[in-house]
């Protein structure tokens, strides 16, 4: 067949990206997942594995050192790693997240300023959650002041993952409370400025080694050419970001299916009852069609979704809410019958899927939760 007719595919350099990625993670996460979730610690291996391999922030464009990657590679590095580890999943996720904006909307000096730091092996976090504004994102209480060559800030951020972890934090807080969303701006808080602080870590159902935490702003005092974009640009920079992102969660959803996926298909066939491996009986095999079924399609969506935000085609508030929507969904519903299949066994700690159920519930409620993904792909189709 002649490829320059441009038959769908992701091509060889993708699929060696993806066999990279599974080796690095099968050898080097895969080891130590059990015990991050565990003793919910980070998993600095992981971190520290994927910083050497260049795949902890793979979509820092290249003129900053980066691998300049393109969405849907970005997207095979995080799902390939969360197949694994939901939580190291996070590493590549978050710093995509962290740094999002600033490549939307950032000066040419604060990304030079931020990201070549990234892609040598710094975290970077995003701010945008309180505990009064979760999904009504645009009742932010923090509050940010110009004070001279500064911008001051206060308030707190709830929800922060990698908290604790990560060296640079995207901040969004209200500069002008009268103009309301449009009164909101974006800015990057470096770890070591002055009057910044962080919480102590939550505990959580899953993604247990991925630190989520508040993060305090008590006159924090910050360079003014930190701002991304103009005052009271934020929150649009915010939405763009996640139009940006939310097929990344898809993606970590679809590994963690995956990974429920293969374990499940592995044990069923070793799993011997009334004389025969369980695989053999047909209630087994349909549940096993229905997820690959499920896993596969979820994937294609998170693909396309990516491949459009990479295009920089507009109106990418429907496939991106869906994509996230969509692959979270199926990964629930896929990790639960993993659970089903090793009966009594997927309810204890002894094999992995109970956690990756538990890492699978998280994907329905970050980054907008699917109740919130719904009414946007709806107001999308009504106003079409």
């Not at 109740?371 to 946007?376: S, T």
């Amino acid at each position: 067949m002649n490829p320059e007719l441009g038959i769908y595919q992701l091509g060889a350099e993708r699929e060696a990206l993806r066999q990279a990625v599974r080796a690095l993670a099968d050898k080097e996460i895969a080891p130590h997942a059990a015990e991050v979730d565990e003793r919910e610690r980070f998993p600095h291996e992981a971190l520290a594995a994927l910083v050497r391999a260049g795949f902890h922030a793979v979509h820092v464009p290249e003129a900053y050192g980066g691998q300049g990657a393109d969405a849907v590679a970005t997207c095979i590095v995080i799902e390939e790693v969360a197949r694994v580890c939901a939580s190291s999943s996070l590493i590549p996720a978050v710093n995509k997240l962290g740094t999002m904006g600033l490549l939307l909307a950032g000066s040419e000096a604060l990304r030079q300023q931020v990201l070549p730091s990234v892609a040598a092996g710094a975290m970077v976090s995003y701010a945008l959650s309180e505990r009064e504004a979760g999904s009504d994102a645009a009742a932010l209480r923090t509050r940010a002041r110009r004070a001279g060559e500064y911008w001051v800030l206060d308030g707190t951020k709830c929800w922060i993952s990698n908290a604790g972890e990560s060296t640079w934090y995207t901040v969004l807080a209200v500069t002008d409370p009268a103009k309301a969303a449009h009164g909101i701006s974006a800015f990057i808080v470096h770890r070591d400025d002055p009057g910044f602080s962080v919480g102590p870590k939550e505990r959580k159902l899953g993604i247990r080694g991925a630190p989520t935490r508040e993060i305090y702003f008590s006159d924090c005092a910050i360079p003014a050419d930190r701002i991304i974009g103009e005052p009271g640009t934020g929150f649009t920079t915010a939405l763009q970001t996640l139009d940006h992102t939310r097929p990344t969660i898809g993606a970590q959803a679809v590994g963690i299916a995956q990974g429920a996926l293969d374990a499940s298909v592995a044990y069923v066939t070793q799993r011997t009852q009334f004389g025969k491996p369980i695989s053999e009986f047909q209630g087994v095999q349909f549940m096993l069609a229905d997820m690959v079924m499920k896993t596969e399609a979820a994937r294609q969506l998170v693909y396309t979704a990516a491949a459009r935000a990479e295009r920089g085609e507009g109106k990418l508030g429907f496939i991106s809410s869906a994509a996230k929507c969509f692959a979270s969904d199926v990964a629930m519903e896929v990790t639960t019958d993993a659970v089903q299949l090793f009966g009594g066994y997927g309810y204890t700690r002894d094999f992995p899927v109970e956690r990756m159920m538990r890492d699978a519930k998280i994907t329905q409620i970050y980054e907008g939760t699917n109740q919130i993904q719904r009414l946007v792909m709806a107001r999308a189709l009504l106003t079409s």
